[in-house]
């Protein structure tokens, strides 16, 4: 995944003053979860985090507590405890405490038949897993990913509302609040209960976007 320049810039939140900046804003907060989710933070990239600017351009907005509340919390914790939250979260041997798979939220089961729709659709729009990533492609990070390239991508063939609003549909929003929700509820989870709720109230965001479309 290649998510740094999009993390640098949704760490400075900037305002939204066109529709283009809301666009670059969009992909740049997808880049963002996708880098906090597939991975343990690197120690760069929380040190960003928390200097972040927590205030909306316009008071009140949707967004602004939760994400103020993620940063707040980077602030509390160290970078070791950070790691180690992650780790006890969603890594170790064998299973995990909480999934970060469409599928096993889906179905119940890992590397099932969510995964093989997926996998058609990503194959539709020209995408594919890199051999060197080690998850798969239900993984939430890899779909944020997705999503970012959808948003921002050059090919407007492929990057536009369109697939962006059906790969939402099919492949984000059906299971991703079940993911937020067994992470908050997790007494292991401080910071990754934040991200949890910031990562719910974007998605509905996201959602409520989506439907003006229709």
Known sequence: ???????????????????????TARA????????????????ELLAQLRVAV??????????????????GVARELDDEALRLEYNALFGGIGKPEVYLYGS????????????ARLRTDLTRLG???????SETEDHFAYACEVMRFLIAGDNVEVANLTNQKAFFADHVQPWVNQMCEAITAHHKARFYARLATFTQAFISV?????????
């Open 1 to 23: 995944m290649s998510t740094k320049s999009a993390t640098e810039s949704a760490l400075s939140m900037p305002p939204a003053s066109s529709a283009l900046d809301e666009e």
């Open 28 to 43: 740049e907060l997808y880049g963002l979860l996708a880098a906090l989710y597939y991975a343990p933070p690197e120690p």
């Open 54 to 71: 927590t205030e909306a351009p316009a008071a009140g907005g949707f967004l602004e507590e939760p994400w103020r509340e993620l940063v």
């Open 104 to 115: 096993h939220f889906l179905s119940g089961f890992l590397n099932e038949k969510p995964l």
């Open 127 to 133: 995408l594919a897993r890199d051999e060197t990533m």
């Open 206 to 214: 996201e959602a409520q976007g989506f439907d003006m479309l229709d």
